[in-house]
């Protein structure tokens, strides 16, 4: 399944989702591919569909928000394949093969790959039979104490039968969670922070605008989550989300944040230099 075939002139378009493991968010990359045809002005001649495993697209957060973006990408003339899980691609005849028999051709393929754990995970004997760690769902600490687990690397059965989804933004609040409890109890403190399973993502959907689906994915029966319609207030917080992360990652670099994203966002704040010194990362911080 390598050496994919390069773009000759933007053809059609195939990703696929892992089986019911979603990784987040598949749908928004056809988004943007077509976005970008349409800025080029070749969208009437690029032929693009999303073929996925699971039944609808973000199933896992419920069948209203899955309609509405399903809604969001017919609405863009982008045809959804659900069910169709990849069972093979022929990089040299251009074609997908599917675990249903089905075939379909290409001419660019954007392809998320089988999601598994790092090998190093897997030999060293932390990953269970399914292939992922598991850890308690709140305190992120596995059976071993003082050993956590957070991230891409664990999965947290939902009440609903599929895993949490895995996602950036989850990875982060369950470090926050991991790093919060450590430092407590590491000051002889009670470790009393929870990861709730509340989480939100980005449905950048071109042109300037985006989707913002949020909710509690720990939810019972099913996650309660809602997706609020693509707009610019959309876009304009993810900017200020990345600035965010970007912001973070200079400080902890050593990188004056004032230089490395002058053009992007204000400095860090002082209160914000006083916590970076306070979790440790300030020593290397230029600002
Ligand atoms: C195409 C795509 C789009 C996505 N879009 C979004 C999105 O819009 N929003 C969102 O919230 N999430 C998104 N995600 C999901 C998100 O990227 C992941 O959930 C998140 O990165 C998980 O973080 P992590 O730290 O657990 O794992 P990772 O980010 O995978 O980090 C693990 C790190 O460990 C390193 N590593 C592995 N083995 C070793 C080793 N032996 N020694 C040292 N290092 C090692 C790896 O190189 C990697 O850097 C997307 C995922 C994909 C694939």
Redesign the pocket.
């Known amino acids: 399944m390598s050496n994919f075939p390069q773009c000759p002139k933007c053809g059609s378009i195939h990703t696929y989702e892992d089986g019911n493991l979603y990784?987040?968010?598949e749908c928004?990359?056809v988004l943007l591919i077509e976005d970008l045809c349409r800025q080029r002005g070749i969208r009437d001649k690029v032929e693009l569909q999303l073929i996925a495993a699971e039944p609808g697209p973000m199933g896992v957060a419920g069948p209203a928000v899955s309609a509405s973006v399903r809604g969001l990408l017919e609405a863009r003339g982008i045809a959804y394949l659900p069910e169709h899980q990849v069972s093979g691609v022929d990089p040299v005849a251009k074609r997908l093969h599917f675990t249903n028999g089905v075939e379909a051709s290409f001419d660019l393929l954007a392809f998320?790959p089988p999601h598994v754990a790092?090998s190093?995970v897997l030999r060293s004997g932390l990953a269970g039979d399914n292939g992922w760690m598991s850890a308690d769902r709140n305190t992120l600490e596995t059976k071993w104490p003082g050993v956590y687990a957070?991230?891409?690397?664990v999965s947290f059965p939902l009440a609903m039968g599929k895993p949490l989804p895995?996602?950036?933004?989850?990875?982060r609040a369950q470090a926050q969670v991991v790093a919060r409890n450590i430092a407590a109890k590491r000051r002889g403190r009670a470790a009393t922070a929870r990861f709730d399973g509340h989480g939100m993502?980005?449905v950048e959907t071109g042109g300037g605008k985006a989707g913002i689906g949020r909710g509690n994915f720990y939810a019972e029966p099913v996650p309660t989550v809602a997706l609020h319609a693509p707009g610019r207030l959309g876009h304009f917080a993810k900017v200020l989300f990345e600035q965010q992360w970007l912001r973070g990652w200079a400080c902890c670099a050593g990188i004056s944040p004032r230089r490395s994203i002058a053009r992007r966002g204000s400095a860090p704040t002082c209160r914000r230099r006083k916590r970076a010194r306070r979790i440790g990362c300030g020593r290397r911080c230029r600002t």
């Open positions: 990784v987040c968010p928004r990359q998320v790092p190093i957070l991230g891409d690397v895995r996602a950036g933004v989850f990875a993502c980005f």
